[in-house]
């Protein structure tokens, strides 16, 4: 069975400057989707980035970017230029590609504190 | 596109009690899923429709709970004789394609007293 591990219950950042979240993960499949969904306080969870495990290539979206290494099964999140916004609980999450199971499993989650 | 809505959005009950709980998913999206998620735990799937048919179930979703989505629109989820170990949010999502992304909506949060 897929696991998915974010061995950071809580991280804080200063407003303006960048932090890595991370992501590790277990799998035996070689065909798979990773996924950074942020979930502000009593608000609904959001798809922040998405990556698929056949592109070496990572994906970027604005300030959010990943660091994806396939052979070490680690999938993080940097957040760049941190805004106050930002702030929220940050899931990463496991999806095999192809036929079969089209669930996703999600880490525990890490809780972001950003200062002003 | 009025994204995934789910009513009620809280819901008290007292143990014994059964509940049912509705999720509107995006319109075209073919796909629903249902997701439990307890304090401080990230999302666990419950199971997921394809249009109509129920294509999965967890080992999470026991015999107390039904889940239906008879004309591949809404889907309701049903729990029966709710224990407290029942409390949590629950989650759904919908998605476009197999393997577009899942939307998620604002949740049920449900308490068992």
């Known amino acids: 069975a897929q696991t998915v591990t974010q061995s950071q219950p809580e991280m804080s950042v200063q407003e303006a400057e960048t932090v890595t979240l991370s992501c590790t993960y277990d799998?035996?499949?070689?065909?798979?989707?990773l996924f950074w969904y942020k979930q502000p306080p009593s608000r609904q969870m959001i798809l922040v980035i998405r990556?698929?495990?056949?592109?070496?290539q990572n994906a970027t979206e604005n300030r959010f970017s990943v660091n994806f290494q396939k052979a070490a099964k680690s999938f993080s999140l940097k957040i760049s230029d941190s805004q106050l916004g930002d702030a929220a609980m940050y899931f990463c999450?496991?999806?095999?590609?192809?036929?079969?199971?089209?669930?996703?499993?999600f880490g525990k989650g890490t809780k972001l504190t950003v200062n002003p | 596109d009025t994204g995934v809505s789910q009513n009620p959005r809280h819901k008290i009950t007292k143990r014994g009690q059964n509940v049912t709980f509705r999720c509107d998913p995006i319109?075209?999206?073919?796909?629903l899923y249902w997701y439990r998620q307890t304090l401080g735990q990230g999302p666990e799937f419950l199971t997921y429709?394809?249009?109509?048919?129920?294509?999965?179930k967890s080992r999470l979703l026991s015999d107390r709970f039904s889940a239906e989505r008879p004309k591949g629109s809404f889907s309701t989820l049903e729990i029966q004789r709710t224990e407290q170990g029942d409390s949590a949010m629950y989650l759904c999502?919908?998605?476009?394609?197999?393997?577009?992304?899942?939307?998620f909506g604002p949740g049920t949060r449900l308490t068992v007293l």
């Open positions: 999502a919908s998605s476009l394609e197999q393997l577009g992304v899942q939307y």
């Open positions: 799998t035996s499949e070689s065909d798979y989707y």
């Open positions: 990556q698929e495990a056949y592109k070496q």
């Open positions: 999450a496991y999806r095999r590609a192809g036929g079969g199971s089209e669930k996703l499993v």
């Open positions: 319109s075209e999206h073919n796909r």
């Open positions: 429709f394809q249009n109509e048919a129920q294509l999965e």
